[in-house]
């Protein structure tokens, strides 16, 4: 399968080299997209059976950037995937998109707390609202799938992992979430390029987790002096330390199911991260050593 991905941040880049090294042929495109003729002109030339749009905003250092920047955020997050799937449309190519599972806030109103791909979100921060924008409309389209992933894991150190974010926080809040390991998403985007499947999916990992529990694998596998203060949701507000109060939720995965696409539970899965990223920080710090 011949993919084209735009977007060559961190989970672009990492789909790019694992899918290669899977026999893939995969293009990281270049071009910054502003209209949708940006985007069919790199379907022209490329000619992909498919296409990942892995580009997007969500601030830096955190979303709180969003707060003051709302038309970048509504650029990057809205009009973009628009363009893109417009250029899809036209060229008749089949494109996966990664949207965000951070547009629920607190418990679902099923019985088991969960949120299912149809319900209707509540966004409450302009990140989260210019998600579900892009998600409204294009979850209309035919030959077009959304992937809501939540909070990044990863064995592989970057600023963009949740372990090293925790990791570098001196307070955490102490709330109980959906998460998605990089390594197994990677592997089910592959799959729903490969099905062509159609509509919104929750590409996380089965069950919860709470950060304390990931901090505690942490001390585990990873430095055992490690600590952190633990706060409330509310009380990361009040102390002045975000903008508005963070998305904390728990996803279902219904419809990953219906294609027959499973992922491991979210706490073997991120076990085994974690002790993947403590080689992989060994290394990190051995090669830094040596140069």
């Known amino acids: 399968m011949k993919i084209l991905i735009f977007g060559k941040g961190y989970v672009g880049q990492r789909c790019a080299e694992t899918w290669r090294e ?64 417009a250029a899809c449309q036209h060229a008749g190519v089949h494109l996966l998109h990664i949207g965000s599972g951070c547009v629920f806030y607190d418990q ?23 998600k579900y ?3 409204l409309v294009l979850s209309s389209l035919p030959a077009v ?12 150190p970057s600023p963009r992992n949740l372990i090293d974010k925790l990791a570098n926080y001196p307070s955490i809040i102490d709330v109980e979430n959906s998460g998605t390991v990089i390594e197994d998403m990677i592997d089910v985007f592959l799959q729903l390029l490969e099905k062509k499947a159609e ?30 203060e633990w706060i409330s949701n509310e009380e990361l507000v009040r102390r002045g330390l975000a903008k ?18 499973t992922m491991r539970p979210i706490k073997e899965a991120m076990r085994d991260t974690m002790k993947k990223y403590a080689e992989a920080k060994k290394i990190q710090v051995r090669d830094g050593d040596e140069e």
């Not at 799938?145 to 592989?156: N, S, V, Y």
């Not at 508005?244 to 696409?261: F, P, V």
Request: proline share 5%; net charge negative.
């Open 145 to 156: 799938a959304i992937a809501r992933i939540r909070m990044p894991i990863d064995w592989m």
């Open 244 to 261: 508005k109060g963070r998305s904390n939720n728990e996803l279902a995965t219904d419809r990953l199911a219906e294609h027959g696409i």
């Open 22 to 85: 899977k026999g893939q042929e995969v293009i990281l495109s270049m071009v910054r997209v502003k209209t949708a003729q940006d985007a069919l002109g790199e379907l022209e030339v490329h000619q992909p059976d498919a296409v990942l749009n892995a580009a997007g905003v969500t601030g830096k250092p955190n979303v709180d950037w969003c707060e003051d920047h709302q038309m970048e955020t509504i650029e990057g997050n809205t009009n973009l995937p628009i363009y893109i799937a």
């Open 108 to 130: 679902s109103p099923h019985e088991d707390g969960k949120w299912r791909e149809h319900d209707h979100a509540n966004p409450r921060v302009i990140y989260s609202k210019s």
């Open 133 to 135: 924008a892009a998600d």
């Open 199 to 228: 509509g919104i999916f929750h590409v996380t990992n089965p069950g919860s987790i709470k950060h304390r529990e990931t901090m505690e694998m942490y001390k585990e596998h990873v430095d055992p002096d490690w600590s952190c």
